[in-house]
């Protein structure tokens, strides 16, 4: 494991309450890894990335639990000795910012306001590089050209003096990525690296991505809302809903056979080719505000599974699922159901999946 | 804010109003702007004081004058202060006759009346341009801010200066605005060479120092209060036409406009019922601050002679008269300086509180997309 | 850079024009002859007509309007604004020994504004909502609405009444200045520097300070400020380096648009405190009705402040790279 993330729990004070954007989060990446964060906007994905790097803004935002431990690499720490992970959540602001850029690194959506506009790009990928490789101002600049030649910018020694507003977003993008490179991190956060981007330009960055993971066996965390993405990149998927994961798998899995109605619903969404379709399949409802979580299983309002049961009315069944689901009653075991793995690296939260009863805690 | 999720937090406090002005019904916005306005302590504070401002300048004979609010004269119950007061507003100066013989030159109300006679005197029974015996006199339970170089009481002095304030306030914004509103509204509305035109000729006007403009004028023009009022607001018109030019062109884009040009609205009622209620809120913003500038402006010239000339009353003539005495009278110094500054910080607490009212995003935690 | 220097000028050229074209239709349309106006009737002096005729002809007021008008540029160009009618000395001399004064001003007004207003600004965004940013908007909030010539009445009764001997309420030098050494000039000057300074000062660093937080503020609310956080950058280089660096571009811009208020408010503090500056010099003409002074003076204030204007762009220009480049 490279980074392991343990029960995180992130709040937001607002005006109007506390609002739990991440609620109890658990989730894992290993090198050489790409590990997708799903969900719709809202879910809490981006804030999960945002509490690892510890870049959550207090307030309004404050942390409030869990791990995130950082291991290092096993076997090759000098003498063989196994160093103990950090948590990146009790370490002080000191060391937190020799990990951040330097053994993790995330880049943003926006590569147009991620990059601030006064400065070359070349200044700042520099940056980063003497801060922590400590290298001199011509080696750095040397170093950033390496890099940007290395993310497939035509003319490195000539873009490394343009300023951000001279590229387009696709280089931007790249520039971005370079960035993130430039200081050999073990663990890559990419948050929602192709949204803003033209199509045939996201296909490019998503090589690019793949690429580069090959080489330099990296972990990635990808955090994305767009399953094509997903499918061409990712090792394993988590799911995210209402500040909760609601099922983990391997890509694979997760496509063939989607145990959550949430994940379904957002497959069934996808427009297909190989399938004709009458219309396009919505889950329908929105996202839950954080702040007014539904009792109960928090997706239960959008749930197929309970709108049909509900609809037939009556039947044991029915209303066992229901009171579970739902909780009209304090007396039965039901409420949010936690993430359980049904069988070997899968996990789901769903009283209805098949396998759920018996299953074990995830790790 | 850092992602999609806590921006659905911040938006869930500020529900739609972040995105404020594309709302289908105006009156909706308004009173959403009002609503967060009355939030601000200090804004209403200011508020307050304005209302206080324009409530003494109002009344102005019935706090300070030397005619009774309310008296029985020869055997007639007369009100001269009351006729005093609403015969300062137009039209009511012609329906109403002055009350005789508490209008006639040298009529001394005070010597009139005797004891007998009922009689109801403002809290301070000087008129502002009436002399005493006591000139720079120290404050005392007569004369509440003390007397001025010629005896005049200078409590009566500054009530009275207060309408100078007002007036010059209302009227040059009021001619500053519909100049402004009006360029403004036609070269954002419009566009192309009638924008290019009207940018050019605000930035031609905003590189004069308008102070010295309004000098430059005031050797052809006679000083008196109207052409200073005239002039003010021929000179501080720029600042609400960029605004009003800068909400239009934001404004014209929006879906609402948008629709209501496919539904076949002329430019007259696309501006006027749907550009200018939804701008007002900002041009409010920028009067707000002129008027502080206008009542700035006027207590300076008059301060240096080319505004209200003496002896009547304003602020800027009693601040001249602190200059002139500093030595021997230092009590006159504080009255104006004071009535100044509360006027100018009343209209910039309004002002402050109003954009951020509309503008809610500077208070917002983090920053909120929209 | 070239070429956006190049459109500037020619904008600044077009601004001058219209200046000078609205100067000169206010002298034209005022009522009142300036030939006239030289003499004061009521002195009892008389003009015969045939001194009035070659005064006329003299200034050129029997030509075309079109014709003035050029005329006028033309003098314009060459400083030559005519003479004062109080001391017959040109107009030009008049204002070149004052000009300095009000320059002088001006610049310490805004360099001392600069260097109080951007730490403030900046520190008060950074800490936002805490007590020092508090205090200080408060402060700076009641210091905005105190213009300056209240408090330049203020100070001069206090400095009266307290009273420091050593410090000067009028004028730039004191009796014997000639006598003093260097040292004593220097500090004989500091002193009749001070108050007016001081009053020159605060309303522009009470703005100023307010406009580099909100700025400020918006520079930290920006992506690129979280992308320098998650590159390891300590908090203070992430402030200065990544978010004051994109409040200055504001600011520069802010320089220029106040340079006209500065100078507007140099009339009534420079009477108030007998300072030999360009402001009291119009008031001056204006109350002797000294035509040709005014006119001058009004033209090479417009002048100032579009050289200003065209100095603040070049330097906007200088720090953001959008310009520079053409975005």
């Known amino acids: 494991m490279l980074l392991e993330v343990q029960n995180l729990t992130t709040e937001f004070v607002t005006d109007d309450g506390v609002a739990t954007a991440v609620d109890g989060v658990s989730w894992g990446v290993r090198r050489g890894e790409i590990l997708a964060i799903v969900g719709e906007s809202g879910c809490g994905k981006s804030v999960t990335a945002m509490s690892v790097m510890r870049l959550i803004p207090t307030p309004p935002g404050r942390i409030v639990g869990g791990r995130v431990l950082l291991h290092s690499e096993a076997g090759v720490a000098a003498g063989g000795e196994n160093m103990a992970p950090i948590d990146l959540l009790s370490i002080p602001d000191r060391e937190m910012r020799r990990v951040r850029g330097a053994r993790v690194a995330m880049i943003f959506q926006e590569p147009m306001s991620a990059l601030n506009p006064v400065m070359t790009v070349g200044a700042q990928i520099v940056e980063a590089i003497r801060l922590h490789r400590g290298l001199n101002r011509r080696d750095a600049y040397a170093s950033a050209v390496d890099l940007l030649q290395r993310v497939g910018i035509p003319a490195p020694e000539k873009r490394v003096h343009d300023y951000p507003h001279q590229l387009s977003g696709g280089m931007r993008q790249r520039v971005m990525i370079a960035m993130g490179l430039s200081c050999n991190p073990e663990l890559l956060i990419a948050d929602e690296p192709t949204t803003a981007l033209d199509v045939t330009v996201q296909a490019q960055i998503i090589e690019l991505l793949l690429e580069l993971r090959d080489q330099t066996g990296m972990g990635v965390v990808l955090i994305t809302h767009d399953l094509g993405v997903v499918a061409e990149m990712a090792d394993r998927v988590c799911v995210m809903y209402a500040g909760r994961i609601v099922e983990s798998a391997d890509t694979q899995q997760i496509f063939s056979s989607p145990l959550h109605p949430y994940t379904q619903g957002l497959l069934h969404s996808l427009p297909r080719i190989d399938r004709s379709m009458d219309r396009l399949n919505v889950i329908p409802g929105q996202v839950p505000d954080p702040l007014h979580f539904p009792p109960g299983c928090r997706f239960h309002p959008r749930c197929d599974l309970t709108r049909r049961l509900a609809a037939d009315g009556g039947g044991d069944r029915s209303t066992e699922v229901l009171e579970r689901c739902i909780r009209r009653t304090e007396t039965k075991p039901g409420g949010d159901p936690p993430l359980r793995d049904v069988s070997t690296d899968h996990g789901v939260a769903c009283w209805e999946a098949p396998g759920y009863e018996s299953g074990g805690a995830t790790q | ?370 | 850079m070239m070429r956006y220097t190049i459109h500037r000028l020619l904008l600044a050229v077009i601004t001058f024009l219209g200046i000078t074209l609205v100067t000169f239709s206010v002298i034209q349309l005022a009522p009142g002859d300036p030939i006239a106006m030289q003499v004061s009737p009521e002195l009892g002096l008389e003009m015969s007509q045939h001194t009035y005729e070659t005064l006329r002809a003299h200034w050129g007021l029997d030509q075309p309007i079109s014709t003035q008008y050029v005329r006028w540029l033309k003098r314009l160009l060459t400083l030559d604004f005519g003479r004062s009618i109080s001391d017959h000395r040109p107009v030009w001399d008049k204002i070149a020994e004052r000009l300095p004064w009000t320059i002088a001003l001006s610049v310490l007004a805004m360099g001392i504004s600069l260097l109080i207003s951007i730490p403030t600004g900046v520190y008060s965004a950074v800490r936002k909502g805490r007590t020092f940013d508090t205090a200080v908007g408060t402060l700076l909030f009641a210091l905005y609405s105190v213009p300056g010539y209240v408090t330049a009445i203020v100070l001069i009764t206090a400095v009266a009444h307290i009273p420091i001997d050593w410090l000067p309420i009028s004028g730039v030098r004191s009796e014997g200045f000639a006598d003093l050494s260097l040292s004593g000039r220097v500090v004989d000057l500091a002193k009749h520097f001070l108050l007016i300074t001081i009053c020159f000062t605060y309303p522009l660093l009470a703005f100023q300070s307010r406009f580099v937080r909100s700025n400020m503020l918006e520079a930290i609310g920006q992506d690129y400020i979280r992308t320098a956080r998650a590159k390891g950058l300590d908090e203070r280089s992430v402030m200065l380096r990544h978010g004051l660096r994109n409040t200055l571009i504001p600011i520069v811009t802010l320089m220029g648009l106040m340079l006209p208020s500065v100078l507007s408010g140099s009339a009534i503090l420079e009477v108030m405190f007998q300072w030999p500056g360009i402001g009291r010099l119009m008031f001056n003409a204006i109350s002797q009705r000294d035509y040709f002074t005014v006119m001058g003076i009004s033209s090479i204030v417009a002048v100032v402040v579009l050289l200003g204007t065209l100095l603040t762009d070049l330097a906007y220009a200088w720090v953001d790279p959008r310009v520079r480049y053409g975005g």
């Open chain 2, 1 to 370: 804010m850092v992602d999609n999720s806590a921006t659905t937090v911040s938006c869930a406090t500020t529900v739609s109003c972040t995105t404020a002005i594309p709302c289908t019904t105006t009156i909706s916005y308004k009173r959403r702007v009002w609503r967060r306005f009355r939030t601000h302590r200090r804004g209403m504070f200011g508020l307050a004081m304005i209302v206080v401002l324009v409530g003494v300048a109002m009344t102005a004979p019935l706090i300070a004058g030397n005619v009774p609010i309310l008296c029985h004269y020869q055997g007639a119950w007369q009100a001269p202060g009351v006729v005093d007061c609403l015969r300062r507003f137009p039209i009511l100066d012609r329906v109403i006759p002055p009350s005789y013989p508490f209008s006639k030159a040298g009529f001394d109300a005070k010597e009139a009346l005797s004891e007998d006679d009922f009689s109801l005197w403002p809290p301070v029974a000087y008129g502002p341009s009436e002399t005493t015996r006591v000139s720079l006199a120290g404050p005392s339970k007569r004369h509440w801010l003390g007397t001025d170089e010629v005896g005049r009481d200078v409590f009566s002095r500054m009530v009275h200066g207060t309408v100078v304030s007002v007036q010059v306030g209302i009227v040059s914004m009021g001619i500053a605005g519909v100049l402004g509103i009006f360029f403004g509204a036609i070269a954002g509305y419009f566009g192309r060479w009638v924008d290019a035109v009207v940018s050019r000729v605000i930035e031609i006007v905003i590189c004069f120092p308008d102070f010295f403009l309004i000098l430059t004028v005031m050797v052809w023009l006679e000083p008196n209060i109207t052409n200073v009022m005239v002039v003010i607001g021929l000179t501080r018109w720029t600042g609400i036409a960029r605004y009003t030019r800068g909400e239009f062109l934001r404004l014209k884009e929006m879906d609402f406009v948008v629709a209501a040009r496919a539904n076949g609205a002329g430019a007259a009622r696309i501006v006027l019922r749907h550009l200018l209620p939804n701008a007002l809120a900002p041009i409010l913003v920028t009067i707000s601050f002129g008027v502080a500038q206008a009542i700035l402006i006027e207590a300076g010239l008059s301060w240096l002679g080319f505004g209200v000339q003496p002896p009547a009353p304003s602020w800027g003539n009693l601040l001249r008269s602190a200059y002139d005495h500093y030595r021997d009278a230092p009590h006159l110094v504080y009255p104006p300086c004071i009535a100044i500054f509360l006027a100018v910080l009343a209209h910039n607490l309004v002002g402050d509180s109003l954009r951020d009212a509309i503008d809610p995003r500077v208070h917002a935690t983090g920053k909120v997309k929209v």
